[in-house]
Each structure stands twice: as structure tokens, then as C-alpha cells.
Nanobody
Framework: QVQLVESGGGLVEAGTSLTLSCAASGRTLSTTKMGWFRRAPGKDREFVATINWSGSTTYYADSVKGRFTISRDNAKHTAYLQMNSLQPEDTAVYYC?????????????????WGQGTQVTVSS
């Protein structure tokens, strides 16, 4: 497996931006796809975004499409989630995920490496 460490979370006001980072270590070749999930208070964890190794393929949840951008820098073994126009409903713990294959892109079962999560709180 690969170890994932998220950073960049915090408390921000609605309408502002935040960028999350996810540093991978260990078996970094097991990051064929990397992505982000989130869990809002009282809700189930949900898919946010995913990206393939080359960055040529990305998918987003409808709720973040047009506001969030996922990217990666393979030389730094790091993935990013640029979040713009943040809203209070984006408040959640954000988890970085990775997998050595391109199967099941949108479901938790498709990822075998998970970070500990980073809290993002958006105030209104």
C-alpha cells in the first residue's frame, strides 16, 4: 500500500478558496488513480473527484463540478484539490485516496489506500 497524508484544511468564509494537498509515500506506483472523498457531519462519505496517472482523465461529483479542480504532480508524489467558491455545504472531512488500477472510479471500493483526513469548515 501507499501512505497518504493530507494537508491544507482549515476554516474559511463562504465564497473563498482553499487548496488541499495529498502527499504519497511508500509504494507510490500504486497511485494509478488518486482522488478525494468527503464526509459531512451526519452524512455518509461521498465521492468528490478523481484523476488518473497522467492527469488526462478526471471525474467530479456534480456538487463540485465547475468549482473544484483535481490535479497531481507525479514528480512530487502529490495530488491537489483546488476548491473555489466554497459554500457551507462543503464543510466536511476530506480524505485523499489512491489505487493501483482504474476500476470503480467513483466508489469507495475502488480505492485501497486512504489518508487520515483533513477538516474543511466553511462559515456563512
Amino acid at each position: 500500500q501507499v501512505q497518504l497524508v493530507e494537508s491544507g484544511g482549515g476554516l474559511v468564509e463562504a465564497g473563498t478558496s482553499l487548496t488541499l494537498s495529498c502527499a504519497a509515500s511508500g509504494r507510490t506506483l500504486s497511485t494509478t488513480k488518486m482522488g478525494w472523498f468527503r464526509r459531512a457531519p451526519g452524512k455518509d462519505r461521498e465521492f468528490v473527484a478523481t484523476i488518473n496517472w497522467s492527469g488526462s482523465t478526471t471525474y467530479y461529483a456534480d456538487s463540485v463540478k465547475g468549482r473544484f479542480t483535481i490535479s497531481r504532480d507525479n514528480a512530487k508524489h502529490t495530488a491537489y484539490l483546488q476548491m473555489n467558491s466554497l459554500q457551507p455545504e462543503d464543510t466536511a472531512v476530506y480524505y485523499c485516496v489512491a489505487s493501483p488500477n482504474m476500476l470503480q472510479l467513483l466508489t469507495e471500493a475502488g480505492y485501497d489506500s486512504w489518508g487520515q483526513g483533513t477538516q474543511v469548515t466553511v462559515s456563512s
